[in-house]
C-alpha cells in the first residue's frame, strides 16, 4: 500500500468519526431518543431531558466528552462497579504503554527506517512512496543502525512488565502507575468495603448422590448437617423450571401490555387484531382478550409449579453461617469419590444461569465438545473474508481474478479506496457476527453463571481474533504458503520475520476502520435507534417498553488486545502504526466512559477478574515480539543481535509464571486472612442477623416463587420482582 491509499482510508474514517459525534451530540438531546442514548438513567427515573422544543437541541456540543474525560475512578466504581473499572484501566494501561513506544518508535525508529537504502525507493514523491519505506524492511542489512532497534526490544518490554508488576503499594498510591499489583489491591479494597454479599457465603453443590427413597433435599440437610454443622446454615435445591421461566416470561409480555392499555383509557383504541404484530387475525376487544390470555398464562403457571417441585435436579446452593465457612467447603474435598459432593464458588444470585442446571452432566459433556468443533468449524469458515480481503489489498492479484475491473482500478482514487478502506472494512463486518456466536456457544457449555459464559466468550474471542486476523491475514498475504515450515520450530522466527512487516500497511488501515470508526459508531448506537423507531412506528409500544444493555467486554476486551498485540508485535517492525493506536485508545476511554455513564448498567460483578485475561494477552504480545526480532536480525544479517533476543521470551516468560503465582490467587479467591478479618467485623454489625435470615431464600429460583397479578399497580415493573 503506498501513502496516499492510506491517507485516503484515513480521511474517510475521519468524516465518518466526525460524522457519528455531530449526530450523537445532537440526537442524544432529543426527547424521543433518551431510551438509546440514555437508557440506564431512564430506569432509574433521573433522565433530565426537557419535552419542550429549543434551538440547543439542534447544535452540536461537546461538552458530554469534557464529562466522560474528567470521570473519576471512585465515581466509576460507585455507578458501574470494579469490572467497569479494571475495563477504563485497559484503556489507561494502554495508552501509557504506546505513548512511551511512540516517543521511541515515531521519534528515534521511524527515521531510521526512512532513510534506510534496502528497498531502493524514490524519496522525492513521498505521497506516493510506499508503506514499507517506513519499516524496518527499509533498513540496509546488516546496517548498525539496527542495533538501536535491538536496544529498543529490550527497553520496550522492560517498560511493560514494569507497567505490568508494581515494585511497590507505596509508588502504586503515589504515581497510580503500576498495574497488576493496583488492580489487584483495588479488588481487596473493594472486598473490605463491601457489605455482605449472598455469593460470599454460599456454594454451589453438584453431583449430589440420593439414595433410594430418599431426596435430594434430605441427603443436602443430612450431609452438611453432620460433616458442617457449626457452620451449615440453609440450602436451596435447583430444579428444572425451563418450560416455567418461558411462561413467566409471556405472562410478564402480556401484563405488560394490558396495563399500558388500561392506562391510556382510550376506549376507540380497544380494538383490534389477535394476530402477528396486531394485523393479521380476528378482531377483538384488545383489553378481554389480554386478560383472558393472562388468565390462562397464570393458571398455567400455577400448574407447572406445582409439578416442578418434584423435578429435582443434584445440584443445590448450599449457605454457611460465615465467608470462611464458605470457603472451606469450596476448596476441601467433601466426599470419598471426587465426582460426587463437587464444589464450587456460588455466582451472585441475579447472576445465576438457571438453564444451565436442566442439563445432566453427560449432557454438558457433550456440549462441550460440540462447541469445541463448533468454533473450529468457525474459524475454518473465516478464513474465507479473509482470503477476500488479502486479494483486495493486491492490486495485481485482483485484476488477475476479474479482468474486467482493469479500466476501474487505473482510477486513482478507485484504487486507492479498495487498497486501504475496502479490506478492513469487510474484515470489520465479518468479525461483527462473531461476539454474539461466542456468547451462544459459551451459553450451552454448561456454565452456572452469566459473568462465566461472558469470561467463557471473551476468551474464545480473543484466540479467535488473535489467529484469524493477525495470523490469517499476515500468513495468507505472504508470499510463504508452505505451512510445512511449522513442523519445524527453528524455522517458526524466520517465517514471521519475513511475513510480518510486510503486513504493516493492512493493519494500519484496519486500526484506522476498526479502531477509530467502530469505536465512534459505538456512540451513534444506529441499530438500537432503529429498532426503538420502527417499535413505536409499527408495533406501538412505548419508550418505557426496553431493556438496559449489559457492558459487552466479551466484544471489547478481546478488540483491545487485538490492538495491543498490533501495537507491541509493529513497535520496532514499523512504528508509523503507533500514533493510530494511541488515537484509537484515547477515543475508546472517552467513549466508553461515555457510555458507562449513560449507557450501560452492570448485571453482574467478577470483581475485576477480567484483568488477568488481558495480562496474559500482553505477555503473549511480548513473546511474539521477541520471536520476530530473533528471526528479523537474522534476515537483517546481524546474527549476534538475534542471539542476545534469545533468553528475552524465557525472562519474559518467567516474570509471567511469577505474577501467576503471585497475583492471579488473589482473582480466583479471596485469602483465609481477609475472609476471617471480615466475618470479625461482621460480628458487630446489627444488620447480620437480618441479613442471614435473608439468605436463606436468596437462592431460591425465582420462577417457583407464587404469583400475583391483581396486587400490582405499577406497570414498570417486571413479574418476577412483584412476587409474593
Not at 481477609?674 to 442477623?689: F, G
Amino acid at each position: 500500500m503506498i501513502l496516499s491509499a492510506l491517507l485516503t482510508s484515513v480521511g474517510i474514517n475521519l468524516g465518518l468519526c466526525f460524522l457519528y459525534f455531530t449526530l450523537y451530540s445532537i440526537l442524544r438531546k432529543q426527547p424521543g431518543n433518551v431510551v438509546v442514548y440514555e437508557p440506564r438513567w431512564v430506569a432509574e427515573e433521573n433522565s433530565q431531558h426537557r419535552s419542550f422544543f429549543n434551538l440547543e437541541r439542534l447544535l452540536s456540543s461537546p461538552g458530554w466528552v469534557a464529562r466522560a474525560w474528567k470521570l473519576s475512578e471512585e465515581e466509576l466504581l460507585s455507578i458501574s462497579g470494579l469490572d467497569a473499572v479494571v475495563f477504563i484501566r485497559i484503556f489507561i494501561f494502554s495508552l501509557k504503554v504506546f505513548t512511551f513506544a511512540g516517543i521511541i518508535g515515531v521519534f528515534i525508529l521511524l527515521p531510521i527506517n526512512f532513510v534506510g537504502n534496502q528497498l531502493s525507493t524514490d524519496s522525492s514523491d513521498l505521497i506516493n512512496k510506499s508503506l514499507d519505506s517506513f519499516s524496518i524492511s527499509n533498513v540496509d542489512n546488516g546496517s548498525n543502525w539496527l542495533w538501536i532497534h535491538f536496544s529498543a526490544v529490550y527497553i520496550f518490554t522492560a517498560f511493560v512488565c514494569y507497567l505490568l508488576y508494581a515494585v511497590s503499594n507505596i509508588l502504586c498510591a503515589i504515581l497510580n502507575f503500576l498495574e497488576y499489583d493496583y488492580i489487584s489491591s483495588k479488588r481487596i479494597t473493594c472486598f473490605y468495603a463491601s457489605k455482605p454479599q449472598p455469593h460470599q457465603f454460599t456454594v454451589l453443590v453438584r453431583g449430589i448422590p440420593v439414595s433410594l427413597g430418599s431426596s435430594v433435599t434430605e441427603s443436602v440437610e443430612s450431609f452438611f448437617t453432620e460433616y458442617h454443622s457449626s457452620t451449615y446454615l440453609s440450602h436451596s435445591v435447583v430444579r428444572q423450571t425451563g418450560k416455567l421461566q418461558r411462561l413467566l416470561s409471556d405472562a410478564d409480555k402480556w401484563y405488560r401490555r394490558l396495563v399500558k392499555l388500561k392506562a391510556k383509557n382510550l376506549p376507540h383504541k380497544r380494538s383490534g387484531r389477535d394476530g402477528f404484530l396486531g394485523l393479521f387475525g380476528r378482531k377483538v376487544d384488545l383489553l378481554d382478550h389480554y386478560e383472558k390470555k393472562l388468565q390462562d398464562i397464570e393458571d398455567n403457571v400455577r400448574m407447572e409449579q406445582s409439578s416442578v417441585v418434584e423435578k429435582e435436579v443434584p445440584a443445590a446452593f448450599v449457605s454457611f453461617k460465615s465467608r470462611y465457612g464458605a470457603a472451606a467447603a469450596v476448596h476441601i474435598e467433601q466426599g470419598v469419590n471426587p465426582t460426587e459432593w463437587v464444589t464450587e464458588p456460588a455466582p451472585e444470585p441475579n447472576d445465576v444461569h438457571w438453564p444451565f442446571f436442566s442439563a445432566s452432566f453427560l449432557k454438558r459433556w457433550i456440549c462441550k465438545i460440540i462447541v469445541f468443533i463448533a468454533c473450529i468449524v468457525l474459524t475454518v469458515l473465516f478464513l474465507i473474508p479473509v482470503v477476500i480481503v488479502q486479494g483486495l489489498t493486491n492490486l495485481d492479484q485482483l485484476e488477475t481474478w476479474f479482468p474486467f475491473l482493469s479500466s476501474l482500478l487505473s482510477i486513482t482514487f478507485v484504487s486507492e479506496v479498495i487498497t486501504g478502506y475496502l479490506p478492513s472494512l469487510i474484515l470489520q463486518l465479518f468479525q461483527r457476527i462473531v461476539p454474539p456466536i461466542m456468547m451462544m456457544l459459551s451459553s450451552v457449555q454448561g456454565h452456572n453463571a452469566l459473568s462465566q459464559i461472558q469470561k467463557s466468550a471473551c476468551f474464545k474471542f480473543l484466540l479467535f481474533t488473535i489467529w484469524n486476523v493477525f495470523f490469517a491475514n499476515v500468513l495468507s498475504g505472504s508470499a510463504l504458503y508452505q505451512v510445512n515450515v511449522f513442523l519445524e520450530p527453528k524455522e517458526i522466527p524466520l517465517v514471521l520475520a519475513e511475513a510480518v512487516p510486510s503486513q504493516a500497511s493492512f493493519f494500519i488501515a484496519y486500526v484506522v476502520t476498526s479502531g477509530w470508526t467502530s469505536t465512534a459508531s459505538e456512540l451513534f448506537r444506529l441499530f438500537p435507534l432503529i429498532s426503538i423507531f420502527m417499535k413505536k412506528k409499527f408495533a406501538g409500544k412505548d419508550d418505557d417498553d426496553f431493556e438496559v444493555p449489559s457492558v459487552p467486554y466479551h466484544g471489547q476486551i478481546p478488540k483491545i488486545a487485538l490492538f495491543g498485540l498490533l501495537g507491541v508485535t509493529y513497535f520496532f517492525l514499523a512504528p508509523l502504526i503507533l500514533p493510530f493506536l494511541l488515537v484509537y485508545y484515547c477515543l475508546g476511554y472517552i467513549v466508553f466512559c461515555n457510555q458507562l455513564l449513560n449507557v450501560y448498567a452492570p448485571k453482574f460483578e467478577t470483581g475485576g477478574t477480567f484483568w488477568p485475561i488481558v495480562h496474559g494477552s500482553m505477555i503473549f504480545s511480548l513473546v511474539l515480539m521477541h520471536i520476530i526480532a530473533i528471526g528479523i536480525f537474522g534476515l537483517k544479517e546481524l546474527p549476534l543481535a538475534s542471539i542476545f533476543c534469545v533468553p528475552l521470551p524465557f525472562l519474559t516468560l518467567l516474570f509471567h509464571d511469577y505474577c501467576q503465582k503471585r497475583f492471579l490467587p488473589i482473582f480466583k479467591a479471596y485469602p483465609a486472612e481477609c475472609l476471617v478479618k471480615k466475618d470479625h467485623d461482621d460480628q458487630n454489625d446489627p444488620s447480620m442477623p437480618e441479613f442471614l435470615d435473608k439468605l436463606v431464600t436468596a437462592y431460591r429460583d425465582p420462577a417457583l416463587k407464587p404469583i400475583n397479578y391483581s396486587g400490582r399497580s405499577d406497570g414498570h415493573d417486571s413479574l418476577l420482582q412483584h412476587a409474593a
